[in-house]
Structure formats: C-alpha cells, structure tokens
C-alpha cells in the first residue's frame, strides 16, 4: 500500500493539474463519518465528499443493495428498455418532493446533467431563450452549468459560454443588508430584480430563473423569505419556470428534504444529485407534470442516467435517512454548530459571520473586521493545520474564506464536537489577541 506522501506523488504524476485538490489528505476507507487515509491515520469528516455523504459512508444496507443489484443488472439504459429501480426511485421522489398536484421525475448521472437538462425542459416549455441566474452561484462545470456558474476561477479560459444567459445579484443579506431587516432587504431587491426586466432582459424572452436557496460554492448563503415568495408571484406573472437547484441543499441537509420545504415555495423544477445515493453517481430533476411534458421525446436524457446500480444504492440510501430520522438529526447537528461558531465569534473578531439552514453551516473569516477582506489565505493555512489534526474540511465563498461544514449526518455528537473544538483551536491561534486561546 502506497503511502500519503507516494500516492499523492503518483496523482501528480498523472492526473492533470485542472482538478482541484482542497486539502493534501488521502482516504483508504471510511465508515459513518470517518476516514482513514493510506498510513491509517483515522480523519473526522466534515466534507461529506462535498455534500454527497448525509447518510455516512459505506452503510451496510447501501453496500448490500449495490452487490444484489450488480448480480442482476448492471446497464441497459432507460431509452432502451424499463427497469424496476429506475422507475421505483422516481415514485419515491415525486412522494418526498412534490410539486404541487401532479409530479413527474427523470434521473440523470450528476448535478450538472440535472441543471443541463432543466434549462432544457424550461425552453420547451415556454418556448424562450434567456435564463436568469445569479451571483455567487454554483451549477456544475457542464457547457451550460458553468456559464450558470458566477466565480470566475472556475471558468478561466474555458469560453465561449452559452448565450442568453444573464447573471443578477444574488440577495446576500451579509454583504448587502445595509441595516434592514431581512424582509425589507428582500422586498428591496426584489425591486431591483424587477428593474433588470426593463434595462437587462425582457421578462418575455426569459425562460427560467435559476437559484440555489442556500449557496452552496458560493459561501452558504440563504435566500431571504421575502425574497423567494415574491420571486415565485413574480415569475407567475410572467410566466417564467423557477428552478430550484438544490444539489447541495437535497436530501436531509437542511431538514428537510428539500429546502424549498423550509420556504413554503414551490418550484416549477429542481435539481438534485449529491446525497441521493450514498456516493454512486445519480442525479434527478423533478417538476411539475405539465412542465416536465413539455419536452419533445429525445431531447432528455442520457445513456447511463439511472443507471439501475445507482438507483438501487439511492432507494438503501433514502431508506436509511428515513429509518434514522436523518431531518431530524441534521436540525440538531445544525443547531449545535451554530451555537458553537457564534460563541466563537464572540471570541474572535476573525468571525465575521455565521450563516446556512439547518446542518448546511458556514463561518465566513475576515482580516481587522472587515467584511471587505476575506481571510482567504489565512483560512486556507486553517483548514491546513485542521487535516494535520485529524479534521478533514473544505472552503467555500467567491473568495474562499468560509469554512464549511457538511459533516455525515450519522455523526456522533462526540465526533462532531471533536471536530469542531479543532476548527475553534485553529482559528483561535490565529486571533489577533493569542491570550484568547484556551
């Protein structure tokens, strides 16, 4: 067995420099919500493989669902022939994730597909071009995912992008709340949403507007209510598809679900993937029916989306969120985080914020106290000197100065404050008053 220090060698060697690596740690195994890298070093989990592992990693009923799967079928394609899982996992998603009256779902391999494939289902169904996305926001690294896709990094030099597509500010009530309280701070860019229909796009010609309820790249940022209920009478009144991506939100991160459960506000489609399947690629977009049949027949779709492996491992995966109550577990885990970062920024003026919904929690660092300077480079040497320590974590923001957390739901409460007396250790270090630590 290859060591840290050779295998991360051998990744050098051939894979190309354009995949990012977010932290020097390497994984053997993993059970629940640890890791244990190639010298066996043991690694609390605080990244969830980006999100993808609520249900923990390698549960037993998920490992077992995928050997008796594999032993019967392992691909066909749904455009060729109908398969028992494919068509099982979409029941069970229009009854977890209704929208309104009468749902429909497809699978696909990824989030990204999901995003690609909704655009597609929105220009059927209205007959438009424009699509309306925001700042800050995530969508994938498709075509049209990263021409949806706000930070520039992960776009340099991988123009030209999709066309008709215009980018809004996102309502960061953080950055841009100038004192108001979060409703009147909807209401007031809502109004400048409504400003962009006469000097950006006309509301005729737009599509669908695309949004994530709580961003995920870009620095866990949740919409304001206000915002979203009249952004859902808004694209009503203009006959606009709204989408929801809740790629990261889906699946028991929030507490529910989906956040859009959270808001009362239902969208015409949403994306999903990440903690749908326990780690095997899937993806789905779910949609209203008379939406989601307004795509012309082979215009969706994909080879190997809901391969029958992958929903197999998603129908074990959602069982185990629903058999552990994993909603209910994600509230309590987000409540104690929460709690822990704002005791935290009482201590340290590096804190500037503490956002997110439910376990989906983010703490943003700044230098002076200043929300214009993210500690970018400091919070990178941080989650540095965390992996070194046992805590395997991930940045998030436009300017990568937020520390995530999407811990395994399956978390124990030991775990889970074992980790974070780590990131209090390590932030608390770098405070500019070190007689604080302790």
Known sequence: MADNEELLKRREAVTPRGIPRATTATVESASGALLRDHEGRELIDFTGGIGVMNAGHCQQAVVDAIHQQAKKLLHIGIHVATYEPYIALCEKLVRLLPHGPQTKAMLVNSGAEAVENAVKIARQATQRDAVICFTDGFHGRTLMGMSLTSKVGYKAGCGPFAPEVYRLPFPNYYRHGDGLDEDAFGNRELVRLKQAFSNVV????????????????????????????KLRQLCD??????????????????????????YEVTPDLSTWAKSMSGGLPIGAVVGKTHVMDAAQPGTIGGTFGGNPVACAAA??????????????????IGSRVRERFLTLKQKCELVSDVRGLGAMIGVELVLDGDPTKPATGLVKQIIAECVSNGLILIVAGTYGNVIRVLSPLVITDDQLDRGLDIIEY???????TPSRVG
């Open 202 to 229: 006309s509301p005729q010609d737009v599509a669908a507007m695309v949004i994530e309820l709580v961003q995920g790249e870009g620095g866990f940022n949740p919409v304001p209510r206000a915002y979203l209920e």
């Open 426 to 432: 390590q932030v608390l270090r770098h405070a500019p």
């Open 315 to 332: 129908l074990a995966t959602i069982k185990i969120m629903e058999e552990l109550d994993l909603n209910k577990r994600a509230q309590q």
């Open 237 to 262: 009144e203009h006959g606009i598809m709204l989408i929801f991506d809740e790629v990261q939100t889906g699946f028991c991160r929030t507490g529910h679900w989906g956040a859009f459960q959270h």
